[in-house]
């Protein structure tokens, strides 16, 4: 079964307006959230390792105060896209590992923003 | 070099025949290796998770492991269409703070 709830699936927002994207791990207690994005026909790239109860950490290129992360519990991370742009227009996935860093990555369904 | 190198394809494979899918990785001291197919639009979904040298088997897929060479490679047999994807392979790589990496993806066609 699914082991990441991810919503919502599919938001398409105007230019200058923020997205939330929510990511909840299902049954189990996620210390560690990662968020990836992916544009189209290209590979998955980490954008931000989401840690509960501190601050994230961004990967090289990533604008911190443009992409928030949240990670308030152990089941629930957010990402929020703020003033998005039509270049921001990407898949975002979470996912996380369920046991330690040597275990595999289980995704969310992914969000699909569009900004117009 | 790419940290995570897979050929981006396409590879196209009859239906019924052998796929064959590699993937090479630069850091020596990773750990752990793991293969995810992606559809069009959907989110990754975990195959096969390797961390041995030699292979391991899991219904239609091997997936093999070669740590002197830096290789990790994933074997679909009886191909079938519903295998049409494109491949992922994973590295999580010590160099990079335990990060997992993904190569660029192989992209799999199975012709009928």
């Known amino acids: 079964g699914a082991v990441v709830s991810q919503h919502p699936s599919r938001v398409i927002c105007k230019s200058g307006t923020s997205v939330k994207i929510e990511c909840r791990s299902l049954d189990f207690q996620a210390t560690t959230m990662f968020w990836y994005r992916q544009f189209p026909k290209q590979s998955l790239m980490l954008m931000a390792t989401s840690n509960e109860g501190s601050k994230a950490t961004y990967e090289q290129g990533v604008e911190k105060d443009k992409f928030l992360i949240n990670h308030a519990s152990l089941t629930l991370s957010t990402l929020t896209v703020t003033s998005a742009h039509p270049e921001d227009s990407s898949f975002y996935i979470c996912?996380?590992?369920?046991?330690?860093?040597?275990?595999?990555?289980?995704f969310g369904n992914g969000t699909r923003l569009t900004v117009t | 070099q790419k940290e995570v190198e897979q050929n981006s394809g396409p590879l196209s494979v009859p239906e019924g025949a052998i796929a064959s899918l590699n993937c090479t990785y630069s850091d020596r001291g990773s750990q752990s290796f793991f293969w995810y197919r992606q559809y069009s639009g959907k989110s990754p979904e975990l195959i096969m998770s390797i961390y041995s040298n030699g292979d391991k088997e899991d219904g239609r897929f091997t997936a093999q492991l070669n740590k002197a060479s830096q290789y990790v490679s994933l074997l679909i047999r009886d191909s079938q269409p519903s295998d049409s994807a494109t491949y992922l392979c994973?590295?999580?790589?010590?160099?990079?703070?335990?990060?997992?990496?993904f190569g660029s993806g192989t992209r799999l066609s199975i012709r009928p």
């Open positions: 994973a590295v999580n790589m010590l160099s990079s703070a335990s990060k997992i990496i």
């Open positions: 996912s996380t590992t369920i046991r330690d860093n040597r275990s595999p990555l289980h």
